[in-house]
């Protein structure tokens, strides 16, 4: 990963930390003032968003070509074969997946059984026959490309025999290893100390500040970047947007977590769940943002850039 993480954030060691009554819409740091446009990480949520069915080598190959870095959901086949695959169970993304199949995992197939797994034409017709990902035949297209970056996102794996995997292949420097407990990134970080590390968070504003305290009081412990969702009005999950507010978590905190991580050199990036709309994206540009994951890549990418455009911060 281009190493700005750990130095462009000190600068806002000096700014005061700003009052949540005052309700601010923009924080004193802003990324298009450290980091330049091609430098910006934007991360292709599952491959490459809803532009190609999940976790295939089609989605990542298609994240790469937008120039931003896929996300790979790593499971563990019944015979120990580490594959991408996001969900417990085949019954969204297996189309025509009998009741019985259904019900089984990739824990419960050897990877023979997996490869019969039809995973594109859930996403339509055109994409009939895409099939899942052994991870080290992904890891084999980062190899000698530097360009080329990966975040892992853990769902059920031996992290030694992951690292492995990841060694092996010689692109430590080019994982991100994702996951929502720093006992996994200290593990993760004992075994591959070159590899970045994103720790996400979920949950409601309440519960996300109670985490966030506790990691302050342990000095975030091997984590390099760290993922903060955002829900928006009409998302289930928003159950705690707050008078005035436009999205979950508020704009204060939003804002405190980013003067906190600054000082850290912590790398700020949130994923807005389902959001296609520009607006969004600016919004959280001037909270203090400097990173994206997305469902929308192409979105998200034209958002970047037209904002960095209206700041006269092209490079």
Do not use: C
């Amino acid at each position: 990963m281009k190493q700005f993480t750990l130095t462009l954030f000190p600068l806002l060691a000096s700014v005061g930390i700003l009052s949540a009554q005052d309700k601010p819409s923009r924080a004193p740091w802003n990324v298009t003032e450290h980091v330049k446009l091609a430098e910006f990480v934007i991360q292709s949520h599952r491959g490459a968003g809803e532009l190609a069915p999940e976790n295939t080598i089609e989605a990542f190959e298609l994240g790469w070509k937008l120039g931003t870095y896929p996300e790979a959901d790593i499971r563990t086949t019944k015979d120990g074969i580490i594959v991408a695959f996001h969900d417990p169970d085949f019954s969204r993304v297996v189309k025509g997946a009998g009741p019985e199949m259904a019900k089984k995992g990739v824990a419960d197939v050897t990877i023979k059984e997996l490869l019969k797994l039809d995973v594109g034409a859930w996403a339509g017709d055109q994409f009939e026959g895409r099939r899942v990902s052994r991870i080290s035949e992904v890891l084999a297209l980062m190899k000698g490309r530097s360009e080329r970056h990966m975040y892992l996102d853990i769902k059920q794996v031996d992290l030694k025999q992951l690292a492995d995997e990841v060694k092996a292949a010689g692109v430590s420097a080019q994982v991100i290893l994702a996951a929502p407990d720093p006992e996994t990134i200290l593990e993760w970080k004992s075994q591959v100390p070159e590899s970045d590390t994103l720790l996400w968070m979920s949950g409601t504003e309440k519960s996300k500040r109670e985490r966030f305290e506790v990691l302050k009081r342990q000095g975030f412990p091997g984590i390099t970047q760290l993922q903060v969702h955002v829900r928006l009005p009409g998302d289930k999950d928003a159950t705690d947007i707050q008078p005035g507010e436009p999205f979950t978590p508020s704009r204060a905190f939003l804002m405190e977590i980013g003067q906190e991580l600054a000082m850290r050199g912590i790398l700020y990036q949130t994923l807005p769940y389902f959001s296609k709309d520009p607006k969004v994206y600016e919004q959280l540009l001037d909270l203090g943002l400097a990173s994206f994951s997305t469902d929308h890549p192409e979105v998200t990418l034209k958002a970047v850039k037209d904002y960095y455009r209206a700041r006269g911060s092209i490079k």
